[in-house]
């Protein structure tokens, strides 16, 4: 998921319109199951959005569409709703302090208290095409080598769509731009095009991508890490509060949560103690 930001397209000026009564259908929908405020404003990108699956279904009105994605049964066409009412764009590495963080601080703290033999595990919970996870199990490949301690990741999205591509691995020059060539040699093998590269075997094999809305609760071994990006900015108070528990039930004790650029916590929202702009930590 990567629940992402929903980008502006303009307005197709045929056929069906989006009215406003319409609109706020889709955007009590997408509230109601995904917790994601969607602003009036993007009236003309949703209408962009839904008119391809109108014209797929042979609908002349965002109404009839509505209701045909909710109804009994129809469940496969709202996921594809929902997945049309989000966009996911990122690249390798992105917010390089970040990764400086994760591998000056968080790692060697780790390896400092972990049992030999130990597993980090991390989850990128909002993974969007998979760039973020890929990124993870690269430097933590190369913090970790020869240590004796392993990794696990879990990589979760609310898009089905961006879960598929995620786990083919496959990537082109924009998503590649910030990996050395050292990096795309090791980790990398380049396709038959010669534009795309994809993500080696072995390390694909480290993350266990699946579909996940973050406002459920998920269960499992607790997490050192947390990367959740570029998310809860798309949340009000009452989702923001029920993904942040979420998030902190699955986290171990002095685990780390990593928000985006334009992300923040109160003090003492859901046990987490500020370290620095956008990384907490868990009392």
């Avoid at 979760?156 to 590649?176: C, E, H, K, M, S």
Wanted: glycine share 8%; charged share 20%.
């Amino acid at each position: 998921m990567t629940t992402t930001a929903i980008q502006r397209t303009t307005s197709d000026a045929t056929g069906p319109q989006l009215k406003s009564d319409e609109l706020r259908l889709f955007q009590e929908l997408m509230y109601r199951k995904a917790g994601i405020r969607i602003a009036d404003a993007k009236i003309n990108l949703v209408q962009g959005r839904l008119r391809r699956r109108l014209d797929a279904l042979g609908l002349t009105s965002y109404r009839a569409y509505h209701d045909y994605a909710t109804a009994p049964g129809h469940e496969a066409e709202f996921q594809m709703c929902l997945e049309s009412l989000t966009t996911n764009e990122t690249f390798f590495f992105r917010h390089k302090e970040h990764w400086d963080f994760l591998l000056g601080t968080i790692v060697p703290a780790w390896r400092k208290a972990a049992a030999r033999g130990a597993t980090f595990r991390a989850w990128s919970a909002a993974c969007s095409s998979g760039e973020e996870p890929y990124s993870l199990a690269i430097a933590l490949d190369a913090a970790l080598t020869g240590s004796g301690c392993a990794f696990r990741i879990d990589a979760t999205d609310i898009n089905t769509q961006v879960i598929g591509r995620a786990r083919a691995g496959i990537y082109g020059a924009y998503a590649l731009q910030k990996i050395t060539p050292a990096a795309l040699a090791r980790y990398f093998t380049a396709q038959a095009d010669g534009q795309r590269h994809q993500v080696c075997d072995a390390l694909r094999a480290r993350i266990d991508f699946r579909a996940h809305n973050l406002l459920e609760r998920a269960t499992g071994p607790a997490y050192d890490l947390i990367l959740l990006r570029n998310v809860l900015i798309y949340f009000d108070g009452d989702s923001k509060g029920a993904v942040l528990t979420n998030l902190a039930g699955r986290l171990a004790a002095g685990g780390h949560l990593i928000l985006g650029g334009a992300e923040t916590l109160s003090e003492k929202a859901h046990g987490f103690a500020y370290v620095q702009p956008t990384i907490f930590r868990k009392r």
